[in-house]
T-cell receptor, first 112, second 111 residues
Framework: ELKVEQNPLFLSMQEGKNYTIYCNYSTTSDRLYWYRQDPGKSLESLFV???NGAVKQEGRLMASLDTKARLSTLHITAAVHDLSATYFC????????????WGAGTKLIIKP | DVKVTQSSRYLVKRTGEKVFLECVQD?????MFWYRQDPGLGLRLIYFSYDVKMKEKGDIPEGYSVSREKKERFSLILESASTNQTSMYLC??????????FGPGTRLTVL
């Protein structure tokens, strides 16, 4: 059974600092998704990583995937307050075209 | 742009009431999903549907049922609401193997 773990679950940091959120998954999968959720809002898509070594970047966020280690990272560079949100990773089981298995989310608070 | 809409943003119901949550998507997506989101638990799948009139149980289907009579509409039904069903309910839709697009969510409180 596929399990997805994120850490940390909560992160408070200062503006201008760098940090990394980790997403581990327990069985083979061929892609991984990152989503963002602002407080009281729904989820919006950030990145999909489709192969080993894939890297995607948008602004101060960069995501990467290591399928051999079953690990994805979401790196935040020079954090700004607007990036405060909860970040989720999600992984599809190999035997499903429909489902995503979700991590518990990382709540990120960036203090000015 | 894909649009997924949910019938209510906030809903307050009493224990034992029958509750209907409606979700509509406008992009002809085959797959639709209902999740509930609780603090610290992430998203948990209640039911999903991969075609009209087709449905599959997710991880926590107990106390819920669904209906998909038309491709664009997926309804979640709480037959007899209970206080432990107080939660945020999120609907999503997707084409196979691609992004799930989420609605704005319905925050349901059961008193």
């Amino acid at each position: 059974e596929l399990k997805v773990e994120q850490n940390p679950l909560f992160l408070s940091m200062q503006e201008g600092k760098n940090y990394t959120i980790y997403c581990n998954y327990s069985t083979t999968s061929d892609r991984l998704y990152w989503y963002r959720q602002d407080p009281g809002k729904s989820l919006e898509s950030l990145f999909v990583l489709l192969s080993n070594g894939a890297v995607k970047q948008e602004g101060r966020l960069m995501a990467s995937l290591d399928t051999k280690a079953r690990l994805s990272t979401l790196h935040i560079t020079a954090a700004v307050h607007d990036l405060s949100a909860t970040y989720f990773c999600a992984v599809p089981p190999m035997d499903s075209n429909y489902q995503l298995i979700w991590g518990a989310g990382t709540k990120l608070i960036i203090k000015p | 742009d894909v649009k997924v809409t949910q019938s209510s943003r906030y809903l307050v119901k009493r224990t034992g009431e029958k509750v209907f949550l409606e979700c509509v998507q406008d992009m002809d997506h085959e797959n639709m999903f209902w999740y509930r989101q609780d603090p610290g638990l992430g998203l948990r799948l209640i039911y999903f549907s991969y075609d009209v009139k087709m449905k599959e149980k997710g991880d926590i289907p107990e106390g819920y049922s669904v209906s998909r009579e038309k491709k664009e509409r997926f309804s979640l039904i709480l037959e007899s609401a209970s206080t432990n069903q107080t939660s945020m309910y999120l609907c999503a839709s997707s084409l196979s193997g691609i992004w799930q697009y989420f609605g704005p969510g319905t925050r349901l409180t059961v008193l």
